[in-house]
């Protein structure tokens, strides 16, 4: 069983930055494809970036590109979700989930069905 817990969320003006992590137990990175949503209130789930750990690949939505990055640490079993220049649009719940997936190919745009596992979220929220 996979177990998956964010953290990092915060209430940040905007223009600023915040850095989420993911930690999977359970998992070992270069076995799945992760996957980062967010929902804001009101609004569906929708996919905000990925990377497939086998060959690197990224993907960034396109409201989110040059402003957030991917990064891991495959000692930690961890990912992390580099967010710069926040915007208030970007205010809402982050979430991490897994894809067991070992191969090739790109991961985005990233759907809710694919993914296996999930995070319990962690809140961001920028101020204007």
């Known amino acids: 069983q996979v177990h998956v817990v964010e953290s990092g969320g915060g209430l940040v003006q905007a223009g600023g930055s915040l850095r989420l992590s993911c930690v999977a137990s359970?998992?070992?990175?270069?076995?799945?494809?992760i996957g980062w949503f967010r929902q804001a209130p009101g609004q569906e789930r929708e996919g905000v970036s990925c990377?497939?750990?086998?060959?690197?690949?990224?993907y960034f939505r396109d409201s989110v590109k040059d402003r957030f990055t991917i990064s891991r640490d495959m000692t930690k079993n961890t990912v992390y979700l580099q967010m710069n220049n926040l915007k208030p649009e970007d205010t809402a719940v982050y979430y991490c989930?897994?894809?067991?997936?070992?191969?090739?190919?790109?991961?985005?745009?990233?759907?809710?069905?694919?993914?296996?596992?999930w995070g319990q979220g962690t809140q961001v929220t920028v101020s204007s």
């Open positions: 359970g998992a070992t990175l270069d076995t799945y494809v």
């Open positions: 989930a897994f894809q067991p997936y070992k191969g090739p190919g790109y991961c985005g745009p990233p759907l809710r069905y694919q993914y296996d596992y």
């Open positions: 990377i497939n750990h086998y060959d690197g690949r990224a």
